[in-house]
């Protein structure tokens, strides 16, 4: 697999066919620096035709330069922000990471390995699942007022931090302010969509790292975001990599945070 940089910055730094390694693609998604709060990165896999999913899972939508970046997106990371209706569908655990990514994350000031925090208003978490047994770091789970009082003990015991917020949801403020206190502020969000969804609608969405895939999958699965209303938030096109086999890496940021740093 070759990456070539088919238009970073296209207008102004035209470097169309120039191999990308992954030293380059590390440079090219590092956070900005000195980040006083959460910045919201969110990566997702979509097929040409906007899905989500193919067979049910994104996994099914899946190339290796997906995978390099699925990978070394976490290795940036303080935390990886995932919703529930994700974890449970993608059989979630752990971050995984060799011995190499661990060292550079530490070289660079991060804990070995990010922890996984899931958003859930069920509090619906098995405490047997892979995200609690199959981790290095017990993962965090946000929860609302509603959330079902024997999963959250059960939760508890295996050694889960829980943190309950007031209301039936969990509002993007709790979120936000949550990951702030837990001093993660470089956080990958993994969706899924409706999480996704919930953040570009209240506009805390920092920046979206989107692969599409060459492919085209028709059928009845959803789109990246969803939310019971549209609304709109400006992105500006950061970069756009391309692989042989045809998938496109794209990343694209808050059109407000290019403009303040211009
Ligand atoms: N292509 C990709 O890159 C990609 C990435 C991620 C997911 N996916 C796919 O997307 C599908 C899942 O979609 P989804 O919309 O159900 O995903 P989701 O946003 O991960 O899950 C929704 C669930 O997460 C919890 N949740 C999310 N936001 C919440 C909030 N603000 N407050 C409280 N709870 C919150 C709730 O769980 P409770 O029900 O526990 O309350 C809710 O039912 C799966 O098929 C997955 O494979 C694809």
């Known amino acids: 697999m070759q990456l070539l940089d088919i238009g970073t910055y296209l207008t102004t730094d035209l470097t169309v066919g120039s191999d990308v390694d992954d030293d380059a693609v590390r440079a090219l ?17 979509s097929s040409i035709d906007g899905s989500v999913t193919a067979d049910g899972a994104s996994a099914g939508l899946g190339t290796p330069a997906d995978a390099r970046l699925f990978g070394i997106l976490r290795e940036l990371c303080d935390a ?12 979630y655990g752990g971050v995984s990471l060799s011995a190499e990514e661990k060292a550079r994350r530490v070289a660079s000031g991060l804990a070995p390995v990010p922890t996984i925090v899931v958003v859930t208003a069920s509090g619906s978490i098995d405490a047997e699942s892979r995200l609690v047994t199959d981790t290095e770091v ?15 003990a059960a939760l508890r015991t295996a050694g889960v931090t829980v943190i309950e917020v007031s209301g039936d949801t969990v509002s993007t403020g709790d979120i936000v302010a949550t990951l702030d206190d837990l001093g993660f502020h470089r956080i990958l969000c993994e969706g899924g ?19 599409i895939s060459p492919m085209l999958v028709v059928g009845s699965a959803g789109r990246i975001a969803h939310a019971a209303h549209a609304s709109d938030l400006p992105m500006d096109r950061a970069h756009v990599l ?20 211009r």
Do not use: M
């Open 29 to 45: 998604h590092a956070y900005p620096e000195d980040l006083n709060r959460p910045w919201i990165r969110t990566n997702f896999v």
């Open 80 to 91: 990886v922000l995932v919703g529930a209706g994700t974890a449970r569908a993608e059989n």
């Open 138 to 152: 017990k993962p965090v789970v946000v929860t609302s007022a509603a959330a079902d009082g024997s999963k959250v």
């Open 193 to 211: 969509p409706g999480l996704f969804g919930q953040l570009v609608s209240d506009g805390a969405a920092d920046e979206l790292c989107l692969t």
């Open 242 to 261: 391309g692989d042989a086999d045809g998938t496109l890496l794209t990343r694209w940021v808050r059109a407000r945070h290019r403009a303040e740093s």
